[in-house]
């Protein structure tokens, strides 16, 4: 079945760069983008980027000088990274198939502090 | 970017009852392609986001009878009928017609009166 799993630190300290992973199971890469989803602690969801199929990338403007996406389908599994971690981007992170984003990782939590 | 408005931001609500959710668009979501791309989801406490309802009224699989979406253009509605226990959570609309970026309503949190 299809399935998304979110792996990364859970505390990062500030100005850091932050290191997850989305490691897919029943469905391609190759057939199916990957997006990041994140949610500040009781508050609403941002996206934040996209692995296309074809290895394309999109970034949400917002937060596009901070990121870079990447993949590696031999190993089904995306990454995201965030540099220049601010105590703001404290949140829960998701990675999410293709739209409509019909299946959804756990999450994890990053909390940024010193 | 679209503005994705969500109303009520809280929705008392007994067992059994039913409840809309209006979620509004700054710019209309209908895709050059003729499709319209507004989805719905649930976020029950502690977990991911579900997928209920994409391309405004199309139920995903599992998903109750007991709910519908509607609309078109800028307007579009999520309507519950006899609430039961496990609808009780954040609701949340997401456009994906107009990218980069997609953009979430802020959620409407349906709880018990």
């Known amino acids: 079945q299809v399935q998304l799993k979110e792996s990364g630190p859970g505390l990062v300290q500030p100005t850091q760069t932050l290191s997850l992973t989305c490691t897919v199971s029943g469905f391609s890469l190759l057939v199916y983008s990957v997006h990041w989803v994140r949610q500040p602690p009781g508050k609403g969801l941002e996206w934040m980027a996209r692995m296309k199929y074809d290895g394309d990338t999109y970034y949400n403007s917002d937060l596009k000088s901070r990121l870079s996406i990447s993949r590696d389908t031999s190993k089904s599994q995306v990454f995201l990274k965030m540099n220049s971690l601010q105590t703001e981007d404290t949140a829960i992170y998701f990675c999410?198939?293709?739209?409509?984003?019909?299946?959804w990782g756990q999450g994890v939590m990053v909390t940024v502090s010193s | 970017d679209v503005l994705m408005t969500q109303t009520p931001v809280s929705l008392p609500v007994s067992l059994g009852g039913q409840v809309s959710i209006s979620c509004r668009s700054s710019q209309s979501l209908v895709h050059s392609d003729g499709n319209t791309y507004l989805h719905w989801y649930l976020q029950k406490p502690g977990q991911s986001p579900q997928l209920l309802i994409y391309r405004v009224s199309n139920k995903f699989s599992g998903v109750p009878d007991r709910f519908s979406g509607s609309g078109s253009g800028t307007d579009f509605t999520l309507k519950i009928s006899r609430v039961e226990p496990e609808d009780l959570g954040v609701y949340y609309c997401l456009q994906t017609t107009h990218f980069p970026p997609y953009t979430f309503g802020a959620g409407t949190k349906l709880e018990l009166k």
């Open positions: 999410t198939r293709d739209v409509p984003f019909d299946y």
